[in-house]
């Protein structure tokens, strides 16, 4: 097995929309905030407890409206040990527990005083790879099965209540678990669902965004432009532009 080639490492914060794709994998290690990630369809909110592994190719997506910070690890996944690698693969969202925090919070700290090259860092990746992918399996969530059925039909007229209905709970459960589960609420969270329905369409596909907003839930294409505007500051045909233009 090659030693693993650290070829960045850096501490980012991320504001307006970015859309990207490399040929490394990369480590997103949020330090501080919360930042919002589409990774090849696949959309969460990544924040101190919980990180995202990039595999190589994968068209991404982030953004956040507050202030965040994040450790980025850019890397050759040859590299790593083909079981490490394949744990990586089964979670793009893993949990961040205590021993890989105080790694990340150590290597933050280290790269920001300048104390140690990228050479002395690379030598702690693979134990933080190794404390990321060790964490015990999370119980099951009570909503994944839900939130596929949501997410498989945007443009469906979602409210709590029929949200509450097809995930077999009352309101006020509903609530509770999103809460418990994803720091958040239904409608927040389908918002942004919504939002990262668009976000992906928009970049892959050629649709007129009058349609693209009826298929995503909006009544017409300026409720889709004024939620775009509100959460994110950009307009569809902006984003379109802007992110069609830099995966190309």
Known sequence: MPALTLTEIDVRSYAAPFSDAHDFAQMVLPLKGKLTLDINGAGDVVHPLRAAF???GLVHTQFSREPNQSLIL?????????ETAGRLAERTYAPIGA???KLIDFMGVMHAQG?????????WTPLLLEALTCQPPRPASRLQAVLTRFEAAPGQPWTTDSMARLACMSVSNLHRVFREELDTTPQAWLNAMRLRFVCRQLVESSLPIAQLATLAGYADQSALTHAMRRDMDIT???????NQTKIR
Do not use: E, H, T
């Open 54 to 56: 990039i595999a190589p």
């Open 74 to 82: 850019d890397f050759d996944l040859a590299g790593v040990p083909q």
């Open 99 to 101: 021993a890989a925090g």
């Open 115 to 123: 104390a140690a090259s990228a050479g002395v860092l690379a030598n």
């Open 236 to 242: 569809p045909l902006a984003y379109r532009k802007q």
